[in-house]
Nanobody
């Protein structure tokens, strides 16, 4: 399993970015997919996830209405569309995946990780 993020960068407050995660070595059917972020001096935080069984989506409160997670099974890619960005969104963003197993159906993944990509929102 390999995950590679792209699409980060520097943007002004109110701007938009779309993060992409290219996945290889697995298909999405049985996997939870997600985006996490880590700001300087803080722990890693879940941002948005797609559950492994019914594909329902979850968002942390601070990004609801601004961020959208999506997947493209044909391309083996998933995305995080980020709109109305704020300085507090500045962080290294990671994509992640985890396979469901038996009766364990993860909502947010914690098994496989990308290398991370910087998103900086200037005020």
């Amino acid at each position: 399993v390999q995950l590679v993020e792209s699409g980060g960068g520097l943007v002004q407050t109110g701007g938009s970015l779309r993060l992409s995660c290219a996945a290889s070595g697995f298909t999405f059917d049985d996997y939870a997919l997600g985006w996490f972020r880590q700001a300087p001096g803080k722990g890693r935080q879940g941002v948005s996830c797609i559950s492994s069984n019914d594909r329902r989506t979850w968002y942390t409160d601070s990004v609801k209405g601004r961020f959208t997670i999506s997947e493209d099974n044909a391309k083996n890619m998933f995305y995080l569309e980020m709109n109305n960005l704020k300085p507090e969104d500045t962080a290294v963003y990671y994509c992640a995946a985890e396979k469901r197993s038996g009766s364990y159906y993860p909502l947010c993944p914690h098994e496989y990780w990308g290398q991370g990509i910087q998103v900086t929102v200037s005020s």
